[in-house]
């Protein structure tokens, strides 16, 4: 009885966690799972990430991806997940541009290279909880490569933080996925600020250990830099 009592509960977790395996440009989706988005680590647990310090913040890549995806600098853009996300905390997408003499299909992101694109701050619902755009969808929120991004290969990360247990250190979870992409028609901007992963949270950053049923929804700081919109 024990022993089923341990799997019910295995699969429970299971299914309220998720990975991102399908990238969507202007609401043409990749042709299939895991093609120009890097396959996670978590591709069959869903577990997130805990600990900020880890070399899997970067990407959770177990494998580079097989093709890099064009997408016009303006493009609207989202992922699908393969769960419900149902966990409250913001979705936020970052850049990083491969260096010349280097490709998408193989280059690690290391370095203080990534930049923030979008991200997401809470409302409070009519039952006083803070909630996210896209929270309990399947889908991701959207958000715009910056018509100002210069053109080339990059990576696109993107991740949700899941705050549900943020109020005890190494609480929040953390789910991610990198695409590797060209941007085509892109501009002459310099984005910025550049951070690295792992590296650009701490544990103790008050978008990462946080109480929501503590806070108002204005009082939410998410973690990282600064939007660069272009």
């Known amino acids: 009885m024990k022993f089923l009592t341990s799997l019910l509960l295995a699969a429970t977790a299971v299914q309220a966690h998720y990975t991102f395996p399908r990238l969507v440009v202007e609401g043409k989706a990749e042709a299939a799972d895991w093609s120009s988005t890097r396959k996670t680590k978590n591709a069959d647990s869903k577990q997130g990430i805990q600990s900020v310090a880890s070399a ?28 419900q996300v149902n966990h409250p905390g913001p979705t936020q997408y970052y850049l ?26 809470p409302t409070m619902d009519n039952n006083k909880q803070l909630t996210w755009p896209s929270q309990n969808e399947y889908v991701l929120t959207n958000a715009t490569i910056p018509a100002a991004t210069p053109e080339g290969e990059y990576l696109l990360r993107v991740e949700q933080i899941a705050l549900h247990m943020a109020m005890q250190p190494n609480g929040a979870q953390i789910y991610l996925a990198c695409s590797q992409i060209k941007i085509t028609g892109g501009g002459s901007g310099t984005p910025g600020p550049l951070v ?19 806070i108002q929804a204005d009082a939410y700081v998410p973690p990282g830099p600064a939007v660069w919109s272009g």
């Open 96 to 121: 990083a541009k491969v260096p010349a003499g280097q490709t998408a299909s193989t280059w690690d992101g290391a370095g203080n290279v990534w930049f923030k694109i979008h991200t997401t701050t």
């Open 56 to 83: 899997d913040m970067r990407c959770y890549s177990s494998q580079t991806a097989a093709t890099i995806l064009s997408i016009p600098a303006g493009a609207t853009i989202h992922y699908i997940s393969t769960q």
């Open 196 to 214: 690295a992963f792992p590296g650009a949270y701490q544990s103790n950053d008050p978008g990462i250990l946080v109480n929501l049923g503590a």
